[in-house]
T-cell receptor, first 112, second 115 residues
């Protein structure tokens, strides 16, 4: 089982739609979780950290479910500019340190 | 202002010809990371430094080496690039490393082409 798994998609949605992505992780001791956005041929950029209580930033909501070991990202009122790949990052324990480990990303395409 | 800078942005090299990629940061972060990302794949961690402590991932080929002469700079050396090493190489920094690792800040990446 991969340490961090995401459905690669693509998720193809119309403008204004609500879309949700999940990311599962294997290490129950993981403490830090992030969502990054990556545009084609660009570097990943932090979208939001994921807190235990869940957090919201405008149209974006992130949730953590420790019992089932997954994090989610909800995008409301999708914009064309939301088209990108969304990467989840989980800190995975390894030999006493914690390594930020990426999922392969979920591709989102928002069309008019 | 750019906080993590990578040079060059694009690098073309010949099969077997050594190449060095550079990364510098103005954030004074303790941790620097090198990732390799191939098309439609997750960034794959090659190694990282916590200050001067070097940490190599178990599956990073010996062909890849790194140097961190000071806090601000980190280099990735590919001793004998093969066609399979063509990828985007991403440098990232974070203030700390632990269970509650701070946000990583990424440079723009260097796209390596091997002919």
């Amino acid at each position: 089982r991969k340490e961090v798994e995401q459905d690669p998609g693509p998720f193809n949605v119309p403008e204004g739609a609500t879309v949700a992505f999940n990311c599962t992780y294997s290490n129950s001791a993981s403490q830090s979780f992030f969502w990054y956005r990556q545009d084609c041929r660009k570097e990943p950029k932090l979208l939001m950290s994921v807190y235990s209580s869940g957090n919201e930033d405008g149209r974006f909501t992130a949730q953590l479910n420790r019992a089932s070991q997954y994090i989610s990202l909800l995008i409301r009122d999708s914009k064309l500019s939301d088209s990108a790949t969304y990467l989840c990052v989980v800190n995975i324990g390894s030999g006493g340190s914690y390594i930020p480990t990426f999922g392969r990303g979920t591709s989102l395409i928002v069309h008019p | 202002d750019a906080m993590v800078i990578q040079n060059p942005r694009y690098q073309v090299t010949q099969f077997g010809k050594p190449v060095t990629l550079s990364c510098s940061q103005t954030l004074n972060h303790n941790v620097m990371y090198w990732y390799q990302q191939k098309s439609s794949q997750a960034p794959k961690l090659l190694f990282h430094y916590y200050d001067k402590d070097f940490n190599n991932e178990a599956d990073t080929p010996d062909n890849f080496q790194s140097r961190r002469p000071n806090t601000s700079f980190c280099f990735l050396d590919i001793r004998s690039p093969g066609l399979g090493d063509a990828a985007m190489y991403l440098c990232a920094t974070s203030r700390t490393q632990g269970a509650f690792t701070d946000t990583q800040y990424f440079g723009p990446g260097t796209r390596l082409t091997v002919l």
